[in-house]
T-cell receptor
Framework: NAGVTQTPKFRVLKTGQSMTLLCAQDMNHEYMYWYRQDPGMGLRLIHYSVGEGTTAKGEVPDGYNVSRLKKQNFLLGLESAAPSQTSVYFC??????????????FGPGTRLTVL | AQSVTQLGSHVSVSEGALVLLRCNYSSSVPPYLFWYVQYPNQGLQLLLKYTSAATLVKGINGFEAEFKKSETSFHLTKPSAHMSDAAEYFCAVYVGGANSKLTFGKGITLSVRP
C-alpha cells in the first residue's frame, strides 16, 4: 500500500496562475481532507469530502476549490494564486468520522510558493 | 467549538533528559485527543491517541500521555530524549458529531542537544 500520495512535491507559481494539487489514497477511505500548514499556525482545514461526489468547506476555504470525482482522488485547485497561498499543503484520509473516530493518514505534503 | 492550546513554540532538552510537551484543550463534550509528530520535510504521523479508554496512553517511540479531565490537559512525555526525537509535535482534539473536525494546536518544535 502506498497510503496517501500527493503530487507535485514542490511548485513555484506566479501571482494569478492556476494549478491543481492531486491527492490519491489506496486505502478505500471514505473521508478525505486538505490542510495547509503555516509557521506558528498549525494545520488548518481548507476543504474536506465525506464521500465520492461530495465536498464541504473547512476553516479556510477562500481562494480554493476541490473536487472528488473518484473515491480515491481528492483534487485541490487554486484558480488565481496569491502570495498568501504560499504554504505547505497536506492531504489526509480516514475510514470514517462522526462519533466513531478513525485515524487520519497524512500524505507527505506539497510545498507551494507563490511569487 | 473545541480548541487546543500548546504553550510556547520551541522546547530544547539534552539527550537523555525528560521530554514534557504541554497540551490543554477546550471542549464542551468528552473529546478524543491526539499527538502527532512531524519529522523535517515529512507528513504527520500519529504518536498516540486517547479515545475514552485508559487515561494513560502509550504510543510509539517510548512516548506517553495522560488525559486529565480536571485539568483539561493531555501532556506528552518521554523519560529519556533521543536525538531522533527532534521534530515538530502537534496536539489535536476531536469531539465527534456530524460536522466535527480534527482541530490542531500550533505545534511545538522539540530540539535535542547532544
Amino acid at each position: 500500500n502506498a497510503g496517501v500520495t500527493q503530487t507535485p512535491k514542490f511548485r513555484v507559481l506566479k501571482t494569478g496562475q492556476s494549478m491543481t494539487l492531486l491527492c490519491a489514497q489506496d486505502m478505500n477511505h471514505e473521508y478525505m481532507y486538505w490542510y495547509r500548514q503555516d509557521p506558528g499556525m498549525g494545520l488548518r482545514l481548507i476543504h474536506y469530502s465525506v464521500g465520492e461526489g461530495t465536498t464541504a468547506k473547512g476553516e479556510v476555504p477562500d481562494g480554493y476549490n476541490v473536487s472528488r470525482l473518484k473515491k480515491q482522488n481528492f483534487l485541490l485547485g487554486l484558480e488565481s494564486a496569491a502570495p498568501s497561498q504560499t504554504s505547505v499543503y497536506f492531504c489526509a484520509s480516514s475510514r470514517s468520522a462522526g462519533r466513531s473516530y478513525n485515524e487520519q493518514f497524512f500524505g507527505p505534503g506539497t510545498r507551494l510558493t507563490v511569487l | 467549538a473545541q480548541s487546543v492550546t500548546q504553550l510556547g513554540s520551541h522546547v530544547s532538552v539534552s539527550e537523555g533528559a525528560l521530554v514534557l510537551l504541554r497540551c490543554n484543550y477546550s471542549s464542551s463534550v468528552p473529546p478524543y485527543l491526539f499527538w502527532y509528530v512531524q519529522y523535517p520535510n515529512q507528513g504527520l504521523q500519529l504518536l498516540l491517541k486517547y479515545t475514552s479508554a485508559a487515561t494513560l496512553v502509550k504510543g510509539i517511540n517510548g512516548f506517553e500521555a495522560e488525559f486529565k479531565k480536571s485539568e483539561t490537559s493531555f501532556h506528552l512525555t518521554k523519560p529519556s530524549a533521543h536525538m531522533s526525537d527532534a521534530a515538530e509535535y502537534f496536539c489535536a482534539v476531536y469531539v465527534g458529531g456530524a460536522n466535527s473536525k480534527l482541530t490542531f494546536g500550533k505545534g511545538i518544535t522539540l530540539s535535542v542537544r547532544p
